[in-house]
């Protein structure tokens, strides 16, 4: 998410491979910690929402409540506007819009959520105060980012330790952080939010049956070759192409492991407005 002052690079990028883990995503799977606080009726924003299959969902659930997913790219607003047209999404619309600069008026939202945004911004303080600003007194901004320093797998993979070491330098030239999950709760309370109405807790992703396995590696072995990231590696002048190759190997190899286990840890924040 980018403005005049923040200059923003998403490292992931919208390549096919990020769209597929993206439209894997749901309400249960990606916002659980959220549900118990949601109410039919209320109007909820999704900051970054993406393809919008996460802002569809909770959409499915606050009905005849009004969503609103907001992204910087105009080219994923389609794709999610397709999508909510395939699904029967009468409550939800879509636009483009900077998580800094939300075009909404003060207290507009019962909710505002955000997944997986943070992690990318050059300045989350500012994010977060711009959420509670369009989320009404009492209201909830939930916000749940991954903890790459927090992933683990099995069995050990040298080509994945590589990987994880690059995705840090790369996230580091972006001046973008991606162990934001861990400090959620910091930057929460940072930006102004009350302590005691503040809800920290952490959720996984495990990718460890024979499907689930196959396809995390596939996609991650062509993010490591197609996507933003690897663009931005070779720009920052951290990889090269032979080198991001054998990260895709090791993705591919690690994925026919009988026994292979993969974990991703996040942190999630519920926090009163």
Known sequence: MNSPTH???YTHGHHESVLRSHRW???ENSAAYLLPALVPGTRLLDVGCGPGSVTIDLAARLEPGEVVGVDTSAAVVEIAQKAAA????????????????????????????????????TDPIAALREMRRVTRPGGVVAVRD???SGMTWFPQSDGLDEWLALYHEVTQANEADANAGRKLLSWVREAGFEPDGIV?????????????RTWWAGLWADRSVASNFAAQAIAHGLAD???????ADAWREWGKQPDGWF???????????
Not at 200 to 212: I, N, R
Not at 263 to 273: C, D, K, Q, Y
């Open 263 to 273: 974990t991703v840890l996040h942190g999630e924040v519920l926090a009163r407005a």
């Open 200 to 212: 920290p807790s952490a959720g996984v992703w495990c990718y460890a049956t024979p499907e689930d």
């Open 146 to 148: 991954a903890d790459y």
């Open 25 to 27: 995503r749901t309400a």
């Open 7 to 9: 200059p923003d690079v």
């Open 86 to 121: 395939d699904a029967g999404a009468d409550n939800v619309t879509f636009q483009v819009a900077d998580a800094y600069e939300l075009p909404f008026p003060d207290d507009a939202f019962d909710v505002v959520h955000a997944h997986q945004v943070l992690q990318h911004l």
């Open 241 to 247: 192409e032979v080198g991001l190759e054998l990260l």
